[in-house]
């Protein structure tokens, strides 16, 4: 009794590749094609190198990752169109004397959207005065100034006090 050899399975390699490239990432492996296609791990591996299988799923990643950005950064600029809009209607209903609608809701709600504008359009919103600034950076250059050996804290000090170029006084005998 003659035995037939197993018949090789026939592969739709152009098929295989594309289910390698749409896995993603974390769910691409050889081993997982090899599963799902009936063929060993080698014969997958010696496809995926001549048909440049990893290539293209780092082409096939990079562009889902650009548009994936492209969207996120369409969404975030319509939103901050709808906000300004928003903040510009605000504005008229508050300044409208004929509006039906409760002014005094505007007026409440019409700061948090101004502010929402000013961040939007890349303004200040908020104030600082440079003498509380001058005394934070001057308590941390001070606390700095310790951690450096002693023998090399004056040069830190003149160091910090010349790079700021007077900016904040640097009290030498603090440190």
């Keep these: 009794m003659t035995t037939t050899p197993p018949q090789r399975t026939r592969v739709d390699w152009g098929r295989a590749k594309a289910r ?3 896995l993603g990432p974390d769910e691409r492996s050889y081993a997982r ?34 548009e994936a950005l492209r969207a996120a950064v369409r969404s ?19 300044l409208d004397p004929a509006t039906e609608i409760d002014p005094n809701v505007a007026v409440r709600a019409l700061p948090r959207y101004a ?26 250059f001070v606390v700095a100034g310790r951690f450096v050996p002693s023998d090399r804290r004056d040069d830190f000090m003149r160091a910090l006090d010349d790079a700021l170029g007077g900016l904040v006084a640097v009290d030498q005998g603090a440190a």
Excluded at 41 to 65: F, I, M, Q, S, Y
Excluded at 76 to 87: G, H, I, K, S, Y
């Design 20 to 22: 390698y490239v749409t």
């Design 33 to 66: 094609i090899s599963r799902e296609f009936a063929v060993s791990e080698v014969t997958v591996r010696k496809w995926a190198k001549r048909d440049g299988w990893l290539e293209a799923a780092a082409d096939a990643d990079n562009r889902a990752a650009s």
């Design 76 to 94: 975030l600029a319509d939103r901050n169109t709808r906000t300004v809009l928003a903040t510009d209607r605000l504005r008229d209903i508050v």
């Design 115 to 140: 502010h929402l504008e000013q961040l939007i359009e890349g303004q200040a919103t908020n104030r600082v005065e440079i003498t509380d600034v001058q005394a934070i950076v001057s308590a941390v």
